[in-house]
């Protein structure tokens, strides 16, 4: 790659830093939201996810995958967005690469803009040259490690995304853990105690490519936490408080003033790092779920999960609150699986709480993740069953490990 802005060819893409890391890792995959990036002329893709996750792997194996195709490799121009200091690089970076585009005869490219949240304002450049008309026949897909900003620059693209797609790329979920640990198991009888150990160990590792592949990248997340709080001109031991009331509670029901009330802030400054907390894909938020209307009632208490099991280790480490047991950190993997399919948040039903609620039907899901538990029986309004997980399924319950196997997602 010359001066890490256009690929060579695909002999030299094997000489890439990232390639070379994802040929010699010991468990390797391609991420499936490969596929749900357009590539008709003319696009406008975003790809967001948090830090190591995968998003500049993804692109360049998207990028290896153009070049074995056949695509000329001058018509694929790259740009790692943490080396440009302002929009107005980013433009004239864009448009060096369109002028040595034009004096070869190539009218149409695959322009990937990665971690472009790292440039200030770097919407205006793209949305510059989409107005001007200099990107009319091109795929143009922009990464950034919060949805903070890039997700809410797109109202900047009204009617200007043509064929483009949002791709959010999560943690491996835990079928996406078994399939890159031993892409033969299966979900049925003979394969039921090997998922249940892999079930212990993704408890452990989450699903984080570095972790997956034995690194620990614990003082990477907190930096990259700190980074993005400090970005966004937040308050960075302010957040390492809210935080830690967060780990300390969870996952029991909490209110943004309870929050507050413990740190001497105001309900609306927590309320505001609670969600980006979100946005960075750190946390997720359930409100509760009225189940005789099946509508959303905020002004009830919320709970409060971590989106990946690594997230509870990183989170420990940094504010020295315990990481929770793992019961815990089981009904938040299940909370943030099934919020990847459906609109999820929680019930009560008079003295019983329903861990985790999904919409559009209104199903519940109870997780009793310990030795010996029975099956929750509750109905109430539009919620006419509830799903209890267990961790070996007796006494008509289902256990967790095979039935997160089974979401495949």
Known sequence: MEENIWWRGKDYIEEDEDIKKWNSAKFKWIPKEINK????????????????????TLIKLLIKKLLESNHNPLSIFYCSCDLVSDYEELLKRTRDYLKIRKQEGIKSSFIFLDEVTFVKEWYRAVKHLIDTGELTSDVVTVSGSSSLTILKQKESFPGRRGNGTDVILYPLSFSGYINVINPKIEVRPGW????????????????LPPSINGLSPLKTYTEWIIYEINRVGRDEMLAKQILSAVLSTTPSKVSYNSIAKEIGVNHRTVAEYIKLFNDMFLTLTLHFIDVNTGYYNYRKQIKIHFVDPLFYDVMSTWTGVKRPDDPIIVEGIVASHLSRIYSIGYTEVGKEEID??????????????????????VIAGKMKKVITLSKHGENDTFPVHLFLAELNI
């Not at 008709?40 to 830090?51: A, K």
């Open 192 to 207: 039921y105690s090997e998922i249940e150990e892999l079930f212990e160990s993704y408890l452990k590792v989450g699903g």
């Open 356 to 377: 985790v609620v999904t919409l559009p039907e209104v199903i519940g899901y109870e997780v009793k993740y310990r030795e010996r538990t029975k099956q929750v029986k």
């Open 37 to 56: 990036i357009s590539l008709q002329p003319f696009s406008l893709n975003f790809i967001v996810g948090p830090r190591q996750v995968g998003k500049t």
